[in-house]
Structure formats: structure tokens, C-alpha cells
């Protein structure tokens, strides 16, 4: 008989190079607001360019747990992540540049890494050893970092640390930078970024505080590996050189970033002095070919763009002293811009605060010189009479209007108030026991708010929602089943519901058990545009892929007749 053959079938071992995971933390030098956040992204989006993973971090240096508690005029817009974690903007650039989904995981503060070392000592995970500020924090910081990169499988790993090189509030995170770079040295860079002032009585750029940032840096015990100098004009090579020689790093390593007309010239500008290449260099890394044309084409096309678009803003949070504060928006911004330049428009922002229209309501009819009229999100009473107003003064000269979140609740009310003949019409949020509030808090909010929960306790993140046939909305995205970031505590009041639909808004999109109102419009038939949303859009709209309804907003605002 024939023995019976079996084929072997040889088990290939397969050599792949076991996944390095490489650092690269982002300090920032001299002063903060000089662009750290615009730069880890773009350093991000060239070297995603260059075929690596990327994945990206924030840390920043408060006590506050997240951002979610937060003035957005004192610390700019809170970010809600797809997971519902309320963050600091700068995570907004991290996902915008580089596509990106970031979790929790992403994000930390000095309270989040308190908070759970305390919790760890609690729960007795030290095993009765005495726990301290070194190394306990840092070694919790870079535990945290280590996670994320492994979670994320990336090949690099961008850190942006909080506030500027000096201040007492982050010393903890540069002592784990410099742990981190004593153990791995071939893994881990620095890159700080800097500020190189041209002072006017002198006309000439002054790098001393570059060298005094660096010299702060090197207290800490880090050397920076890179420098970024942000200044007015490109860096001459003089200057270049001086900053080399004085900070101790190459002069190749020093780069220019003078001001730019968009944030979105950044990584084409790094590519100039060939950054992307210099990082892989440093990091033992080979590159996988170069994809950065897209991007370059789109942001080319931008300054070319000749046509403008008015855009109104009607809020609050603007005002700071003497200065207009715009940071508290910045994703509604930016999602006005890349829907604008998909059109080859520029959008010209116009800030107005709603106060103006309580004290003066003859200025309501400056809307008119608009093409369109957005309401960002917002809470409290002060200042919602006069958005209400404007949103009337919009729905009746037909001026295109946009509503997110509150500007989505406070347009139900308008259209209440003035159509459909509920006169008391209001929100629980500012009439607590209104007889008619077309907009009530939603019932598990009731609870938390007795017992003053209010950290992270919103409806926070990503819902589902389904789109009514036909509508603006369902147009605008062209699929029936959508998925938006949320962050509120009110809702449409399910008892008005049939009223105002019969009066003629349309309820576009629903929560699928059809409970929650998402998206409230007004057919076109009526209006050119006239859609609020009860969820945030602007957070994920981006320069590569603009998000529908702004574009179809702006696409209304672009064929405004006056
Ligand atoms: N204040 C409103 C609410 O909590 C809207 C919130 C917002 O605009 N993000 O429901």
C-alpha cells in the first residue's frame, strides 16, 4: 500500500522588522501663541507624507481634568474628540493636518496624570511604596506616551508639550521628556520652537531669546535637536548660524518659519529646507516615497482663489480687553475656509456680538450686506435675545443661516416664536420654568446638574443619525446615515414637535429611535438656507475633505442676490 504522503507545508518565518516606535517632542521656546500646535502637525503631515505612521499627543500643563470645564476665552475652543473627551484645540490641527481619529488616550493634563496616580495609591498598585512627584509623574507621562504609540501601532509618535520652556507648570513633563531621551537617545528627538523677534527701533532679527530659550532647555537637561524659528521674514543665513553655533545644534537642524498667508503652507514650507528628511535622518528611519503634492496643490489653489464670501459670526466669547479673540472658534473657522476653497472662495469673516442687537436693534439690518450668517455654539443666557433676533432678521430677508448646536436651538425657537404661534417659546438653559420650551433639557442631564456634576457629563461624541429623504441635509451628504460629535445638554422638546413640523420646519435628521432632533431646516422652496444642527460639523471638516453642510452653506452664500 502507498504510503500515504503527507505534504509538509514548511511554516515560513517571515523576518519583519520588528516596529521601533521613535519620539518627537515639541517644545515650545521664547513665548506661547507662535504656532507649536500648526508646527507638531505639520511636522506630522510630512512625514505621514513620507510613508510612516504617525499618530499624535497633547499634553497639557493645567490642574483642570480636561478642557471641558473651560472658558474658550481664556483657553480657546474646547475640541470634542469621536470619543467624547472634551480637549484643547490644538488635537483640532492634529486630526484637520493629518487625518486623524484621536481617543482620549491622545490627550493629557497635569489633573488627568494626578488623578490617576492617586487612584493607583489607592488602590494600592505602588504596594506600599512612598509615592512621589519624581519619578512617579513623569513615569506616568511616559507610560501614557508609550501606550498611545503602541495602541496606535505608529511608527512616530508627535508630542506637543504645553506652554513655554521656564514656566513652573510643566517642568514635570520636561523631566519626563529627558527620561525618555536618557534611555533611548537614537529614538527620541526634540524640537523646539522659537520666536525670532525684529523689534522696529532696530530692523534687524534678534535671536538672544532664542538662545536664552535654548540655554533654559538645556537647565532641564534636554538639548534640542531641531529649532524652529518663527519670525516675520525667512531666516537669513547669518541668523541660521548664529542660532546653530549659540544653541549647539546644526545649522541644517535650524528652521525657518516665517509668517505665512494660510496654516496650510507650514509642512510645504518645512519641506523647503527639507525638515522631513533631516527627521528621518536623525531618526534612523527611511522614507516610503513622498505624497505631499495633494496637499501642496490645494493649498496653492487657495492663494489664487480671487472670489470672497461674507461671512457673519454671531456670538459671544470675542472680546478680551481690547482684542477680538477668534481661537474659541477656531474649528468653525477652519471649516468655513475649506469649504470655501473647495468652491475656489475665500471667506471674510465679519465678528459680531449678539449684545449689539439687544442694545441697538437697528443694527440688525448690517446683516444684509452678509452672505451668510453662521451661529456657533454656545451656552448661557446673555446674549441669546440678540441671536435670536439676527436669525429672524436672516429667515425673513433670506439671507443663508447656518446654526450649530445652540445656534441649531435657538433657531427652533426663533421659528416658534414667529411662526408657529408659541410667543413663550424659549429654552430651559435661560427659562428654566418657561411655559413653553421648545427646547428642555434632556432627562438624565436633570440629575447631573442637581448635583452639580458638570464635568464631562454632557452627550459628549459620536451619534448616529438618519436623514429624511430629500431634505438640504440628506443632499448635502448624500447618504442617509451620518455619524457627528456632540456636546450639549438640551435637545428638542419631543412635545412641540408635531407643532412646529406643521408650521413648516423640517426635522432632517433624527437620532435612528427618532427621540432626538439633530437637524432642524427649512424647506428651499422657503428659503435658500436656513439649517441648524444640533451637533458640532466644524469638528470634522478638513482642508482634504471639507464637510458637506458647510459647503453647501457656503455654496448658498456663494449665489446670494442683493
Ligand atoms: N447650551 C446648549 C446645550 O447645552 C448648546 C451647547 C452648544 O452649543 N455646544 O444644549
Not at 160 to 181: D, H, S
Request: charged share 25%.
Amino acid at each position: 500500500m502507498a504510503k500515504k504522503k503527507h505534504r509538509v507545508i514548511k511554516k515560513k518565518t517571515v523576518r519583519t522588522a520588528k516596529r521601533v516606535p521613535k519620539y518627537i517632542f515639541v517644545v515650545g521656546g521664547v513665548m506661547s501663541g507662535v504656532g507649536k500646535g500648526i508646527t507638531a502637525s505639520s511636522i506630522g503631515k510630512i512625514l505621514q507624507a513620507r510613508g510612516l505612521s504617525v499618530t499624535a499627543m497633547k499634553i497639557d500643563p493645567y490642574i483642570n481634568v480636561d478642557a471641558g470645564t473651560m472658558n474658550p476665552t481664556e483657553h480657546g475652543e474646547v475640541f470634542v474628540l469621536s470619543d467624547g473627551y472634551e480637549t484643547d484645540q490644538d488635537m483640532g490641527n492634529y486630526e484637520r493636518f493629518m487625518g486623524l481619529k484621536l481617543t482620549r488616550d491622545n490627550y493629557m493634563t497635569t489633573g488627568s496624570v494626578y488623578k490617576s496616580v492617586i487612584e493607583r495609591e489607592r488602590n494600592l498598585e505602588y504596594q506600599g511604596r512612598c509615592v512621589e512627584v519624581v519619578p512617579h509623574i513623569p513615569l506616568e507621562v511616559i507610560g501614557r506616551i508609550e501606550r498611545a504609540a503602541n495602541k496606535a501601532r505608529a511608527d512616530i509618535t508627535i508630542i506637543e508639550v504645553g506652554g513655554t520652556i521656564g514656566e513652573y507648570q510643566n517642568i514635570l513633563f520636561l523631566e519626563a521628556v529627558r527620561m525618555m531621551k536618557a534611555m533611548r537617545p537614537e529614538d527620541v528627538i526634540t524640537v523646539m520652537v522659537s520666536y525670532v523677534p525684529t523689534p522696529t527701533t532696530v530692523g534687524e532679527m534678534k535671536t538672544k531669546p532664542t538662545q536664552y530659550a535654548s540655554q533654559t532647555l538645556n537647565s532641564a537637561g534636554i538639548q534640542a535637536d531641531f529649532i524652529v524659528a518663527r519670525a516675520a521674514r525667512p531666516l537669513d543665513e547669518k541668523r541660521k548660524e548664529k542660532i546653530a553655533t549659540f544653541c549647539s545644534v546644526r545649522p541644517e537642524h535650524v528652521v525657518s518659519a516665517p509668517d505665512v498667508e494660510t496654516v496650510y503652507d507650514v509642512p510645504v514650507n518645512f519641506e523647503k529646507d527639507h525638515l522631513s528628511t533631516l527627521i528621518l535622518k536623525r531618526l534612523g528611519l527611511s522614507p516610503r516615497g513622498n505624497t505631499l503634492g495633494q496637499w501642496k496643490k490645494k493649498a496653492e489653489a487657495i492663494r489664487v482663489a480671487k472670489k470672497k464670501v461674507k461671512i457673519g459670526i454671531v456670538g459671544k466669547y470675542f472680546r478680551t480687553g481690547d482684542y477680538v479673540l477668534t481661537d474659541a472658534y477656531i474649528s468653525v473657522i477652519e471649516s468655513l475656509k475649506h469649504a470655501a476653497y473647495s468652491l475656489g472662495a475665500k471667506p471674510e469673516l465679519v465678528w459680531i456680538d449678539s449684545t449689539d442687537y439687544e442694545k441697538s436693534p437697528e443694527k440688525l439690518k448690517e446683516l444684509s450686506q452678509f452672505d451668510g450668517v453662521l451661529i456657533p455654539g454656545g451656552f448661557g443666557a446673555r446674549g441669546v435675545e440678540g441671536k435670536i433676533a439676527a436669525i429672524e432678521y436672516c429667515r425673513k430677508n433670506k439671507i443663508p443661516y447656518f446654526g450649530l448646536c445652540y445656534g441649531m436651538q435657538l433657531a427652533v425657537i426663533e421659528f416658534a416664536r414667529h411662526v408657529a404661534g408659541l410667543r413663550e417659546a424659549n429654552t430651559n438653559e435661560v427659562k428654566p420654568n418657561g411655559s413653553q420650551n421648545v427646547i428642555d433639557i434632556m432627562p438624565d442631564q436633570k440629575e447631573k446638574l442637581a448635583k452639580k456634576d458638570y464635568g464631562a457629563t454632557m452627550r459628549l461624541g459620536e451619534y448616529p443619525a438618519l436623514l429624511k429623504n430629500k431634505s438640504i441635509a440628506s443632499e448635502a451628504y448624500g447618504r442617509r446615515r451620518i455619524v457627528e460629535r456632540h456636546r450639549h445638554r438640551y435637545e428638542v422638546n419631543p412635545k412641540y414637535i408635531e407643532r412646529l413640523e406643521k408650521a413648516g420646519l423640517v426635522f432632517a435628521g433624527t437620532s435612528p429611535d427618532r427621540v432626538l432632533m439633530e437637524i432642524a431646516e427649512l424647506p428651499r422652496t422657503v428659503h435658500p438656507f436656513f439649517l441648524g444642527t444640533q451637533y458640532h460639523p466644524e469638528f470634522q471638516s478638513s482642508l482634504l475633505s471639507p464637510h458637506p453642510l458647510f459647503v453647501a452653506f457656503l455654496k448658498a452664500a456663494n449665489e446670494r442676490k442683493r
